[in-house]
């Protein structure tokens, strides 16, 4: 499950298990935090060992095999066909981006105002992914491919109707 290859790239895994150290405590995975966290110390003093990098991988994986269910049964609960708006909701995401759309061809910053519309009314459909990259375009301020993206989610719920 792992691609790490323990004495190969020490900077490697050490930003993997500094990164995972961060994850771990934000999920409320404390042990394998501080687990982590002794690794990360005994890495950045050169006393790191394989033996205990094997120990925290071991930990991590009996925390996805503990997580992995409840995701698969949240998502098997949620999963709506590909049609699966209510038909209020497509005319308000319609309206929206219709909206949105000559705010983000002018790279006006008021686009940010229309986030929270936007991702409630796309939850749960096939446009969740369209809808975070249009934010991530525009929070790294790229208006243009923001526009093009609302023109694409546009043209894909006129073909649902």
């Not at 961060?22 to 394989?50: P, Q, R």
Request: proline share 2%.
């Amino acid at each position: 499950m792992f691609k790490i290859e323990v004495g190969k790239d020490n900077d490697q895994i050490l930003e993997f298990v500094h990164t995972l150290k961060s994850s771990a405590a934000y999920i409320g995975a404390f042990e394998l935090s501080t687990s982590c966290s002794i690794l990360e110390e005994a890495l950045l003093n050169g006393n790191g060992t394989n033996a205990f990098l094997v120990s925290v991988l071991h930990s991590l994986d009996r925390y996805i095999g503990q997580l992995s269910p409840l995701f698969e049964n949240e998502l098997s609960q949620k999963t709506i066909p590909k049609s699966g708006y209510p038909d209020s909701n497509v005319g308000k995401l319609k309206e929206v981006l219709i909206e949105l759309l000559p705010l983000l061809q002018t790279s006006d910053f008021s686009a940010e105002n229309y986030f929270d519309s936007l991702h409630s009314l796309v939850a749960n459909t096939e446009h969740v992914s369209l809808v975070g990259e249009l934010v991530w375009n525009v929070e790294e301020v790229e208006y243009e491919r923001a526009a093009e993206i609302v023109q694409r989610l546009l043209a894909q719920i006129q073909g649902t109707q």
